[in-house]
């Protein structure tokens, strides 16, 4: 009898993994569930981003703000959707803020409240709108402007508007009044360009790729676009 139950233990065993065989031939595991992020995105541009290629256009910018710690390279980094003002101002102020400075400002509270804090203590957000409504939606080119013409100025710069930048700029005259001298300051600075229309696009939100650039550009002066105005074209229309 033991012989017998003996018997059928080891069949049993053996049977196992041969039904496992069958079943993964049958319903395969899905490759991405398996497969190590590099193999599903090319090769990674920094530790812990599994959506950034080597090749990316923005990879030295990025990286220069992970080396800043003002960006945490953990999980995705989704280079195409769109950056928060709260976000774009807490890299802002984790760039140019001193850590020490910045841990002093530290109350436990919400993720941004130290950041929001330090930032106004510097000077560099008076004037524009930190409310919490504000700040949870997507940071605009002309706000994006605005900051970064501040936090420029609170660095030491002297900003000032191109002569003829409406022809570099078509809709320049366009542009809020709010907005207009900052856009002009940030343009001016090498800091944001037109886009491929020739236009600025004041109220268009800025990708996370293109709001990493813009702040590398800030901090990291060799990196800013060289300001080119073109000639003037008497046949060209002007923007009223």
Known sequence: MKKKWACLLAAALLAVPAASAARSAADPEPLEASAPPAAQTGAIAAAGFSDVPADAWYLPQLNLLLSRGAISGQGA??????????????????????????????????????????????????????????????????????????????????????EGIER????????????????????????????????????????RCEAVVSIARLIDRGQRV??????????AHVPQ
């Open 77 to 162: 980094f989704r280079p195409d959707e769109l950056m928060s003002t709260e976000e774009y101002i807490k890299i802002l102020v984790s760039c140019t803020v001193p850590a020490d400075r910045l841990a002093a400002y530290d109350s436990g509270g919400d993720w941004s409240e130290k950041f929001m804090r330090a930032g106004s203590a510097t000077g560099a957000l008076k004037g524009f709108d930190c409310s919490a409504e504000r700040i949870a939606k997507p940071v605009t080119r002309c706000e994006a402007a605005w900051l970064l013409a501040a936090f420029a100025r609170q660095g030491g710069e002297t900003l000032t508007v191109p």
């Open 168 to 207: 570099a700029l078509r809709d320049y005259r366009r542009i809020s009044d709010t907005y207009r001298e900052a856009v002009g300051q940030a343009f001016g600075a090498g800091l944001l360009t037109a886009c491929g229309d020739g236009n600025f696009q004041d109220i268009t939100p800025l990708k």
């Open 226 to 235: 060289p300001v080119a105005i073109p000639e003037y074209d008497y046949n």
